[in-house]
Structure formats: structure tokens, C-alpha cells
Nanobody, 125 residues
């Protein structure tokens, strides 16, 4: 069974940091592009950051550039999203997703086939 499990969410004050993890089971992330997506209440799901299968190509939405970093740990079969300088507008449910057929780090949600259940990130004072 192909599965992604997210962890590391929670509540943090503005300016704080969190590291999200996305662990894969049933397949190896070396063959899959992986993306992080988020959905705020009343809004559509949006791309946050994506990384290519080999890890050499990354993509970020403008609002998180220079604050978030996506990375892959092939030994642990896990993708991380390091989030620094968090702001209230970063609040939402964060999902990781993977797909074997995506070229480079294309970051369109409809391209991704395997999804985790999501976790809550809340940035509030």
C-alpha cells in the first residue's frame, strides 16, 4: 500500500519555526516528485513547495521563498519542509503528495496522485 504520513504540525507564534515531515511507505521517494500543499479555511488548496525525484530541483510559492526549505532524505525515505519566520497567513492544513510521473518539481496539485491525510499548522499570537 502506497502511503504518506505527515508529522510535525502544531501551533506556533508569529516568527516561530516548525519542521514538517512526510514519510513514505510502500514506495521509494527516489522515484517520485514530492510536494507540500496547504489549504486555509475558505480557500482553495495551494502549492507551497515541491522537490523533484532526484532532489536536485525545487520550487517555492513566492510567499514562502527565503523562509521555507524543502529537502529529501533518501535514507529515511522522508521529505521535510523547514518553515521559518512563520506568519499568520501560513495557517492551514498542510498536505504532502507524491507522484512518479512529474517532471522536475512541477507544483500543480492536480498532477499529484498519492496524498497524505494532512496536518494542522496554526500561527497565532
Amino acid at each position: 500500500q502506497l502511503q504518506l504520513v505527515e508529522s510535525g504540525g502544531g501551533e506556533v507564534q508569529p516568527g516561530g519555526s516548525l519542521r514538517l515531515s512526510c514519510a513514505a511507505s510502500g514506495f521509494t521517494l527516489e522515484d517520485y516528485a514530492v510536494g507540500w500543499f496547504r489549504q486555509a479555511p475558505g480557500k482553495e488548496r495551494e502549492a507551497v513547495s515541491c522537490i523533484s525525484s532526484h532532489g536536485g530541483s525545487t520550487n517555492y510559492v513566492d510567499s514562502v521563498k527565503d523562509r521555507f526549505t524543502i529537502s529529501k532524505d533518501f535514507a529515511k525515505n522522508t521529505v521535510y519542509l523547514q518553515m521559518n519566520a512563520l506568519q499568520p497567513e501560513d495557517t492551514g492544513v498542510y498536505y504532502c503528495a507524491a507522484d512518479q510521473h512529474i517532471v522536475q518539481a512541477m507544483c500543480l496539485p492536480f498532477l499529484y496522485d498519492i496524498w497524505g491525510k494532512g496536518l494542522q499548522v496554526t500561527v497565532s499570537s
